[in-house]
T-cell receptor, first 115, second 118 residues
C-alpha cells in the first residue's frame, strides 16, 4: 500500500546532539513537507521541497536542516542550534492536483524529546 | 501572508448533539482552498472536508458540513449527530491556488480540541 513512513515513532536526544528524523513516501509525490506541532500552536511549517535537490524554508526553519536527494525521501535534521526541539514532527507529501483536492497525505509522526 | 485563526481552544458536546467549530482567515488571494482536518488521539491527520473558494455552495460530507462565507473570510465546521469517535483536535487550514506547482504550503490554525461525551 502507498503511504508515508516516519521513523522512529519516539526519539530521545541529549542536549547538544544533532538528530535526524526519517520520512519516506512511495506515492510518487513531487512535494514533501515538514511540520512541527506544539500544544496550542497548531502545525507550523519548517521546510518544504517541490522537487528533488531543491527545498525552501518555512516559517520556523532556524535550527533545522533538510535534504532531498531522492524523490521518495526528505529527512529532517534537528541541530544543536534548535533551542527547544521537544515537539511532535509531522511529514507530509502531495502533488499539485492532489493537494487541491485532498490536501496532503500525512505520516504518523515522530515524537522528539530532549533529555 | 495568510493567517488562519481558530478562536475556540476547547469545546465539548454531548453525543447526538450538533456542534460548530469556528475558523476565520486572512488573505488577499481570490482563489484558494480551505480544509478541516481531524487529529484523534492516535495523532494521525485525517481530512474531514474541503471547500473551493470559487464555489459558493457549502461542502458536505455525511455528518460534517461547512458554512463558508467568503466576504467575511469565515469557514466554520458543523458536526451533526456527534459521536464519541469525533473526539479529536480539529484544524482549519488554508491553501492558495498555485496549480500546477506541487509544493503549495498548507497554513494551519492552532486547533480546537473537541470532546464528545455520552
Amino acid at each position: 500500500d502507498g503511504g508515508i513512513t516516519q521513523s522512529p515513532k519516539y526519539l530521545f536526544r541529549k542536549e547538544g546532539q544533532n538528530v535526524t528524523l526519517s520520512c519516506e513516501q512511495n506515492l510518487n509525490h513531487d512535494a514533501m513537507y515538514w511540520y512541527r506541532q506544539d500544544p496550542g500552536q497548531g502545525l507550523r511549517l519548517i521546510y518544504y521541497s517541490q522537487i528533488v535537490n531543491d527545498f525552501q524554508k518555512g516559517d520556523i526553519a532556524e535550527g533545522y536542516s533538510v535534504s532531498r536527494e531522492k524523490k521518495e525521501s526528505f529527512p529532517l535534521t534537528v541541530t544543536s542550534a534548535q533551542k527547544n526541539p521537544t515537539a511532535f514532527y509531522l511529514c507530509a507529501s502531495s502533488t499539485g492536483r492532489q493537494a487541491m483536492n485532498y490536501g496532503y497525505t500525512f505520516g504518523s509522526g515522530t515524537r522528539l524529546t530532549v533529555v | 501572508a495568510q493567517t488562519v485563526t481558530q478562536s475556540q481552544p476547547e469545546m465539548s458536546v454531548q453525543e447526538a448533539e450538533t456542534v460548530t467549530l469556528s475558523c476565520t482567515y486572512d488573505t488577499s488571494e481570490n482563489n484558494y482552498y480551505l480544509f478541516w482536518y481531524k487529529q484523534p488521539p492516535s495523532r494521525q491527520m485525517i481530512l474531514v472536508i474541503r471547500q473551493e473558494a470559487y464555489k459558493q455552495q457549502n461542502a458536505t460530507e455525511n455528518r460534517f458540513s461547512v458554512n463558508f462565507q467568503k466576504a467575511a473570510k469565515s469557514f466554520s465546521l458543523k458536526i451533526s449527530d456527534s459521536q464519541l469517535g469525533d473526539t479529536a483536535m480539529y484544524f482549519c487550514a488554508f491553501m492558495k491556488h498555485d496549480f500546477p506547482q506541487a509544493g503549495t504550503a498548507l497554513i494551519f490554525g492552532k486547533g480546537t480540541t473537541l470532546s464528545v461525551s455520552s
